[in-house]
């Protein structure tokens, strides 16, 4: 089922099982040191559920003893899913950084609702995902808690 307003093509859920099962690398964009902020929670989790997470925000130089990147043109290694934790209003950009890299896919988090990345992500052959929790989806997939 899709949220209200959302196109569906972008939280297909075969693309969504495909996604959590053969990605290993998540560069989580607008990662916060914050404990309360959900991007931390998310971080943590995927990195205990085995990923390899990429933090990305200028503001860190790490975060919990990973290497921080200013942005994705930083990271140096293949980049699965480029997770977004900024507003709406800055998808488009990190989406067309997204492209750049060779990112696999674009995962905007819920609230997160740009059609302009998504279609900028798509057109750059990426896959896309909005409105939708990746830890919630990695949980539903893999069963891991």
């Not at 995962?107 to 409105?131: F, K, P, T, Y």
Request: glycine letters at 8%.
């Amino acid at each position: 089922m899709h949220r209200t307003g959302i196109d569906p093509i972008w939280q297909d859920l075969t693309a969504i099982e495909r996604l959590v099962h053969e990605s290993r690398t998540v560069a989580v964009v607008g990662l916060s040191a914050d404990p309360a902020r959900p991007s931390f929670a998310v971080a943590k989790y995927l990195v205990a559920s085995g990923l390899r997470v990429l933090p990305v925000n200028p503001a860190l130089t790490q975060w919990e003893g990973l290497p921080a990147y200013a942005s994705l043109a930083d990271i140096e290694v293949p980049i699965d899913i480029v997770d977004v934790f900024r507003r709406p209003e800055h998808a488009p950009g990190v989406a067309e950084e997204a492209v750049a890299v060779g990112a696999g896919a674009l995962w905007l988090q819920i609230g997160v609702i740009s059609e302009q990345a998504a279609r900028i992500a798509a057109d750059g052959g990426l896959d896309v995902v909005m409105d939708r929790c990746l830890r919630v989806e990695h949980r539903e997939v893999v069963g891991w808690s």
